[in-house]
């Protein structure tokens, strides 16, 4: 009994004093960067969907749907400890309503600022995203019989958001194994969109947004340059509920969108400060977003 | 440092203000002729406000639902309750004659992308078959009654009618229409 106490003892204080995993090579609004230094993220996510999660949650047939983007990640310090900056984005989204027409063009961008409340024992900040309609909610077409089509496949939501977060996030090092933990939850507050498809626009219902994440890194010759990830993320509509959700946007916009998801990542580093990351995040319960697994490869540099 | 300025400064005004998608049609060159539907149909219905941009969905009066269907005998009008389908909500009655749909006064259906009417023998419609469902356009509103005028020659002893999501191919609801005397 003796024994295993002092175990874990020698454990408690080997987790407390040895070096600890920062996940440096992806999104980390747990840890304030330095002043200096930066990290970017270039992505391209695919999505392929021949399914569609209605407003009850439960699937429905759909014509073809593709879905293809290019988002941008980014983190900058600005003061030590107290002040970040973040970006992230769709610089292009395209979207596929196959054999009827597509959308190309800029998708919605969220600048955020995030400071750093503790350091010990966990990493907790807090920041404010704000979400600027910088896509297309209603795209148009010069051809009156393609207006619907047009009209369906928005770049962006149309509104202004608001998203205070908190981050929580903790490294550990056991042995040869690196690992960090990282949980963020923001409170979306919406707005009303300026354009939708269809009828006048209503206010966007509020919504959570969560994310729950791992990543190991074993310390060993060349494998420690991979870093795994898994994830639990998603966001779900907190205000009206009981109004339903039969209100929709069909490339996963709007108003009544919610999903749960679950997600693997690999990021390995190239070289210097560059690396690659590839991955997938698939839908396991979702209202009003096409119903397929979303795939991804990422650049990344760090400063 | 003054390029990074003049970047600077255009990046926030395209933030600021937004930016346009470009569409594509990726219409097959036949869908193109006739806006990618089949139907031959030409009436405008009677009441309601406009939900939507016609997507080329024109409704008419020439065609019948399916000539295999059996009579329906002595009854003149067919009707039914419509139900939701597929999470969305649909509520009150469609009749239907050899002259007309009548929708009534009490319908009801969420809301949803480039909603139509289709008259068709089946059941499921996806995917809509222009050889025996009749296109009767876009759903002129999400609410209250409305009517299509119709030449059928004859009824047929049971015909549905559905709310269908043009677009994206997702039933929004359904009416089965029984015969009445």
Known sequence: MMKTLKLTLVALIALATLPLLTPEA???QAWIREPGSAYVNLGYRFIRADQFFGPDGETVSLNPYRQHALS??????????WLMATIDGELVRRNVLVDRGATTGLGD???????????????????????????????QSDDPS???????????????????????????????????????????????????????????RDQLVYRAETGIRIDRTFIRRFLFIVRFAGQFTVQGRDEGFSRQGVAGLGDGVEFHAFGLETLVKVHGGFGVGFGMDS????????????????????? | MKLWNIGSVALLLV???????????????????????????????????DAGTDAGTDAGTDAEPDAGTPDTGDATTLSGPF?????????????????ELVISDDFSVDRGPGLILVISPRERLAPMDPEVDINLGVLPSLTGGATFPLELSELP????????????????GRAELLGTE
């Open chain 1, 26 to 28: 992806a999104s980390a």
């Open chain 1, 72 to 81: 941008v990640y980014g983190e900058v310090g600005i003061v030590r400890r």
């Open chain 1, 109 to 139: 961008i969220r600048i955020g600022l995030f400071t750093g409340l503790v350091t010990k024992p966990v990493n907790l900040s807090f920041g404010v995203l704000v979400g600027l309609p910088t896509g297309d909610p209603l795209p």
């Open chain 1, 146 to 204: 393609q207006a619907v089509t047009a009209n369906l496949l928005p770049t962006g939501d149309g509104e202004v958001d608001i998203t205070p977060t908190l981050a929580l996030g903790h490294g550990f090092r056991w042995r040869k194994v690196d690992q960090f933990v990282q949980a963020t939850l923001g409170y979306a507050i919406r707005t009303t969109p300026r354009e939708v498809a269809i009828g006048e626009p209503v206010d966007i």
């Open chain 1, 283 to 303: 839908v396991f319960f979702a209202r009003n977003v096409p119903a397929a697994a979303a795939f991804k490869l990422s650049l990344s540099y760090e400063l």
């Open chain 2, 15 to 49: 933030f600021a203000g937004g930016c346009e998608a470009i569409f594509t049609d990726l219409r097959e060159p036949l869908d193109l002729v006739d806006g990618g539907h089949d139907a031959d149909l030409d009436a405008e219905p009677d009441a309601g406000t």
């Open chain 2, 83 to 99: 139900m939701g389908l597929s999470g969305y909500n649909a509520t009150g009655t469609a009749t239907l004659s050899a002259t």
């Open chain 2, 157 to 172: 002893e049971r015909a549905y009618v559905h709310i269908y999501c043009e677009p994206f191919g997702v039933a929004f």
